[in-house]
């Protein structure tokens, strides 16, 4: 009965159709019959329905982008404070050690969390799963509804503790106890308080969306689209999710331990101790506990970061070389390999923390296998270039930035990952070089060539070109030239979070450098808002793009209205007959085959078997 | 589900295989919000190792004494300290509640609304002494005995600390459980699920399967209690 | 095509820099030259691959920038390829884990010669705590410290009593004798961390971590903290002077030892006690006398 529902136009070609799995003469053609009925969605149709508490995956995804993009402004505001302190120290009266501190903070929290894995998996994963995978919309619209303003509520309780007493927290974005909940850090009152809070929302939020991705991928896609025909921004972003999943629940549980350390007076993570000659009332917890649960978290973070930017630039770099991504299969377990190996990894950031150095073995190694599948990744994006056909426009141009970036944080992540090199480096600008690179810089490039590549689909119109390529360079260059000298700082041995080096014997040599890199960072943060314009100007004005302007092969390029209408598919769903990856087939007429095509539409292209 | 296609799918670890590789569903004729439900308890699980590995590091390597199970949880019964007692009554109505759960599943199978109805409510009401009975052991340890989160006159302050994180934090998934029990037994006997009734929040019809999705929730939540149990009174 | 000069240019230039560099590290003043030599082969190795990689990706994009003519290569995936660059991979890492690792194993092994020297940290400075003859430190409690003792040292500990307290943040070492430095916390987390010396470790409060290295230059190095302690912690210096041995043993003499202190202590207090046992007989005294008149 579903059969006949869900009965394709083509399959009433001329050809014999069997309808069940074995027996019959087979049709090319043939794709497995709906497993599921056609899902019902719920169509608001006052403005509060369609589009504040709007349950279409599109219309989240484009709020999660717009709120965790308005954090990043936040953050991003407060680097340009930083640097305005190391750059220029004294010229500033207003910036004092306690508030350095509490924007170091806010701004690490605020980019990593709530800017680039809210992005990633908010913004892009609601937006493209359901049209990637060829679904009408998340399996769960109203929680993923829920989801996006549980991410909200969280981000007014981070900002809120811009404006409590004693401000924001400044315990660092790592929070180690016992500082974070004591007299000493600033805002170690209120302002940890809501930080708790705002990280506990953001993760009872996330897994709301989380669990509808997943959901979403592995039981509500369309026909002929298996798992091993998904575009490798699914699995990036699939992976991710996951990894989420398993790793938000430590920190979860270390921030109601934390609170209650700090509110009800508990001793998880406080040992005895002494302030200012009396002793706390606090007994017997464990700081390096606090340690293993929040890296538990953390090194998975990294990767919740990095996979969905694998992912998504693997596919940019395929359509815009004309050419389909060297080692599909490959990447695939690379990606899934990553995934998994990240939760062995975690006490490389633990090194030189106390723990038993024994661990110091184990973890360097794990660490430095993980090189491996990475690094493989890398030589399948170059090698997918190779023998293209690229195109060089400003896409293209973010991926060639991001390859250069993140092969220079990953070298310099096996600097840190190897025990005995990390010992000088920890806890240097070293460190802030190779994260900056590698998870700062890197997955923003793939971030701003996602939203190049896509922004033709959302709202029909292509971004500037000219104002793009501007913005490319200023960036790149710029954040390059930023983060690849101040490695070189981490050598001479300058610490991190560091409010000032006063008269220290190095200083004298860095005080050029640190001009330099201040300067550098007014110029790219200012860049952005070439980026901004450039947005508002082209969702009125752009070049109007049509269908399928990149001639790319995934679902989501092929709805029927552009931008895809609410439910994607209008009345049928499309079915799937290929991988995304078909570009200059030999035989075909195109240098794409769209991932609907039937093999009989393209009889003489010689697909091999994916 | 009512795929005919579905019976001629090989089984066993090949058909696992084949059903990862096909198109459409990795885990076929699997409803969604079951497969949802697993994969959050899978998330959950991780919530609770998190808190008991916490526990058994601190345990372990905390100074003073740890206080001793069967003492601080004893009660006294005509004058004789009975270890463990309340515990054990606890323990069980909570076993008991989710063999209800899973009758009630059954008949929701069945499509048996009153009998679905009935046994969904004794469901709730027994995770509802549950609650009560831990109401009554924290009233007990805080008042009588002196417990508290920060310190407790045993032994080591982080006895109370766990105690009362970890076991308020598994009585809140009672709770939450118990309210759901109570809302869907008022949706099974309206007869939400033969109707085709929407829900009030979400606008979506949904049918039996919703109270083995809750079945799932209620028996995770009782195999935590079994660690926990296992944990705290036992070790 | 200025595309690919501009990265050709981010590459060379990043190799310039590195080869020109007035920026580099410190030099070293202690025995772990062997952390300067993995870095040295991390970068060659690490380096090789960045230059190459990136060599490449600018070779893709002179050649293959696109055409409307040319038709890109169709081929989805090599296994031969794939597999000989996995090995090869995993050979570069193992070069790089392997001396890592020894020079680790070194690392935590302290040497059975090594002089004991107590760091303990606090918001937001340092004290020092050396042993006596029996190099040996008493073994201490935060609960114990007070004005009598500073360091919390247990009275009933018998290796306390020799031990060499100093209150000042300047420490001597002597030249060419591995130190063994136990780091103390008694409030928050704090690092011990002199970049000539290469080494580091967090003092943890509640417990004691360690680590060794063997000064071998003379000279006043700057004490950075290394792990974030609260708003003091860019300020949180201190200075080690290394020195030979015949200069370090008159700094040693300078410096009282535990019994010294509490001998100094208890005369100060048994002066304030006599005072105060005068001014309670008074009091008595005074009270009798108020009783009697009852
Ligand atoms: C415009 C670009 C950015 C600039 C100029 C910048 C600058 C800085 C500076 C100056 C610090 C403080 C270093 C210190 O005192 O120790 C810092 C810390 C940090 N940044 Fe950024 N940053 C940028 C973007 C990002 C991005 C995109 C991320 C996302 C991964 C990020 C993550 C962090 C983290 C995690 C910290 C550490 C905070 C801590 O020490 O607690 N930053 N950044
Ligand atoms: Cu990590
Ligand atoms: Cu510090």
New binding site residues.
């Given amino acids: 009965m579903l059969d006949d529902i869900n009965k394709d136009k083509k399959h009433s070609s001329p050809r014999t159709k069997s309808s069940s799995i074995s027996g019959g003469e087979r049709d090319v053609d043939y794709v497995r019959p709906a497993d599921i009925p056609d899902q019902e969605l719920y169509h608001g149709h006052s403005f509060l329905t369609k589009w504040i508490f709007c349950q279409d995956a599109k219309v989240i995804g484009v709020q999660y982008t717009l709120t965790a993009v308005f954090t ?1 402004v936040v ?2 505001i407060l ?2 404070m ?2 305005m302190q ?1 750059g220029f120290p004294e010229l500033f009266p207003f910036l004092t050690a306690e508030s ?1 501190y509490q924007m ?2 806010m ?3 605020i ?2 969390v709530y ?2 894995t809210a992005l990633f998996l908010g913004g892009f994963g609601n937006y493209l799963i359901p049209l990637m995978v060829g679904a009408r919309d998340m399996v769960f619209p109203y929680v993923n509804m829920v989801s996006f303003w549980m991410f909200f509520v969280a981000v007014v309780v981070l900002m809120a503790s811009f404006f409590v007493p004693g401000g924001p927290t400044g315990a ?3 929070l180690y106890p016992p500082q974070a909940i004591i007299e000493g850090t600033p805002g170690s009152g209120a302002g940890i308080l809501l930080m708790l809070v705002s990280l506990s929302l953001f993760v009872i939020g996330f897994t709301m969306g989380g669990l509808n991705y997943v959901i979403t991928i592995l039981q509500a896609r369309t026909r002929g689209m298996t798992l091993m025909r998904m575009p490798l921004t699914i699995w990036g972003i699939f992976t991710a999710t996951v990894l989420a999943l398993l790793a938000f629940p430590a920190l979860f549980v270390s921030a109601i331990m934390m609170t209650l350390d700090k509110v009800l007076g508990t001793s998880f993570f406080m040992p005895v101790m002494m302030k200012a000659g009396e002793l706390l009332a606090y007994d017997g917890g464990s700081p390096i506990l606090f340690q293993h649960l929040f890296w538990f978290f953390g090194h998975p973070e990294v990767y919740i ?1 990095a996979l969905p930017a694998f992912g998504i630039v693997s596919d940019l770099i395929s359509v815009h070389s004309r050419k389909n991504i060297f080692g599909y299969r490959m990447m695939v377990w690379a990606i899934v390999g990553i995934g998994a190996l990240s939760f062995f990894v975690w006490a490389h950031h633990m090194y030189v923390s106390g723990m038993s150095p024994w661990f110091g073995f184990f973890f360097a190694t794990t660490t430095l296998i993980i090189a491996v599948p990475t690094a493989l990744k890398v030589y399948n994006w170059i090698l997918t270039l190779w023998r293209g056909n690229i195109r060089i426009n400003v896409v293209m141009l973010f991926c060639l930035g991001f390859i250069v970036t993140f092969v220079n944080g990953g070298i310099t992540g096996i600097f840190l990952g190897n025990v005995i090199v990390d010992v000088p480096l920890s806890d240097t ?1 070293f460190v ?1 070089a190779h ?2 690179m590698v ?3 890197a ?2 490039m793939v971030i701003f060539g996602a939203i190049y590549h896509w922004f033709p689909l959302i709202t029909g119109r292509f971004l500037d070109e000219k104002l793009g390529k501007l913005h490319f360079w200023i960036t790149f260059l710029g ?1 390059y030239s ?1 983060y690849f000298p101040m490695h070189y700082l981490g050598f001479i041995g300058v610490p ?4 000032e080096m006063y008269n220290s014997p190095y200083m004298p040599s860095t005080i050029g450098m640190n001009e330099f890199i201040s300067i550098a ?1 007014f110029v ?2 200012a860049a952005q808002f070439i980026f901004f314009f450039n947005v508002v100007k082209s969702i009125r004005l752009g070049k109007p793009s049509g269908k399928n302007p990149w001639k790319a092969n995934s679902l989501e390029w092929l709805t029927p209205d552009v931008p895809p209408a609410h439910g994607n598919w209008g009345e049928k769903l499309p079915v799937v007959h290929r991988w995304a990856y078909d570009f200059s087939v030999p035989g075909a007429k195109e240098d794409y085959i769209p991932q609907t095509t039937p093999p009989s539409e393209v009889i003489e292209a010689e697909v091999e078997k994916t | 589900m009512t795929d005919p296609n579905l019976n001629k799918l090989p089984g066993g670890f090949k058909g696992m295989s084949t059903d990862i590789g096909s198109d459409q569903t990795a885990f076929k004729g699997v409803n969604w919000g079951k497969a949802m439900m697993w994969i959050f308890l899978l998330s959950d699980t991780f919530v609770f190792s998190c808190f008991l590995i916490a526990y058994m590091k601190v345990r372990a390597s905390v100074v003073d004494d740890w206080p001793y199970p069967s003492e601080v949880f004893g009660l006294e019964v005509a004058g004789v300290p009975v270890p463990l007692l309340l515990i054990a009554i606890m323990t069980f109505v909570l076993i008991t509640s989710s063999g209800t759960m899973a009758l009630a599943v059954k008949y929701g199978y069945e499509k048996n609304r009153k009998l679905c109805g009935l046994f969904v409510l004794l469901t709730a009401i027994g995770g509802l002494t549950f609650v009560g009975m831990q109401a009554f052991e924290w009233s007990k340890l805080i008042f009588h005995d002196g417990v508290r989160p920060w310190g407790n006159p045993f032994g080591a302050p982080q006895f109370g600390a766990f105690f009362f994180m970890i076991t308020g934090f598994h009585g809140t998934h009672v709770s939450i459980g118990v309210i759901f029990l109570f809302i869907f037994a008022r949706k099974v006997y309206r007869g939400d699920f033969d109707t085709g009734r929407r829900g009030f929040f979400t606008t979506m019809k949904s049918d039996y399967v919703a109270i083995e999705i809750l079945g799932l929730y209620w028996h995770f939540v009782d195999l935590v209690w079994v660690f926990i149990f296992a944990f705290f009174y036992l070790w | 095509m200025w595309t690919g000069i501009v990265f050709l240019a981010v590459i060379v230039g990043s190799i310039a820099f590195h080869v020109f560099t007035p920026w580099w590290w410190t030099d070293i003043a202690s025995n772990w030259g062997a952390m300067d030599d993995t870095i040295i082969l991390t970068f060659w190795i690490g380096g090789g691959v960045f230059i190459l990689v990136c060599l490449f990706m600018v070779y893709c994009i002179f050649k293959f920038s696109y055409k409307e003519n040319r038709k890109a290569e169709y081929k989805p995936e090599d296994k031969k390829l794939e597999t000989r660059l996995t090995w090869i991979t995993a050979l570069g890492v193992a070069a790089l884990l392997a001396p890592g690792l020894l020079v680790w194993n070194e690392y935590i092994r302290v040497p059975p010669n090594a002089i004991n020297i107590e760091v303990m940290a606090w918001q937001w400075g340092w004290k020092y705590r050396l042993p006596g003859e029996d190099n040996k430190l008493g073994t201490s409690s935060v609960k114990n410290i007070s004005d009598d003792n500073p360091f919390g040292i247990n009275n009933d500990d018998p290796h306390g009593k020799d031990d060499i307290l100093i209150e000042s943040s300047e420490l001597h070492l002597e030249k060419n004798r591995p130190v063994k430095i136990l780091l103390r916390s008694i409030d928050v987390l704090h690092n011990f961390y002199v970049p000539q010396f290469r080494a580091k470790m967090d003092a943890v409060p509640g417990v004691i971590t360690y680590y060794w290295f063997e000064p071998n230059k003379n000279g006043e190095y700057e004490v950075l903290c290394a792990e ?1 302690c609260g708003v003091g912690h860019y300020a949180m210096r201190a200075s080690v002077v290394v020195q030979d041995k015949k200069d370090y043993k008159k700094w040693l003499a300078q410096h009282k030892t535990f019994s010294n202190y509490l001998a100094e202590k208890f005369e100060q207090n048994s002066l304030k006690k006599a005072k105060i046992v005068k001014f309670n007989n008074l009091l008595s005294n005074e009270k009798s006398i108020l009783k009697e008149s009852n």
């Fill in positions: 990043g953050g991003l680097s340009w930083m640097r190391l350095y170091v903070t701004h690490g929290m980019m990593v800017l680039l660092g974005w790592t970061v600008y802030i994260f900056h998870m700062g810089i997955p923003l954040a930023i991190r979070r560091y409010f960072v790219v943060g | 974030y």
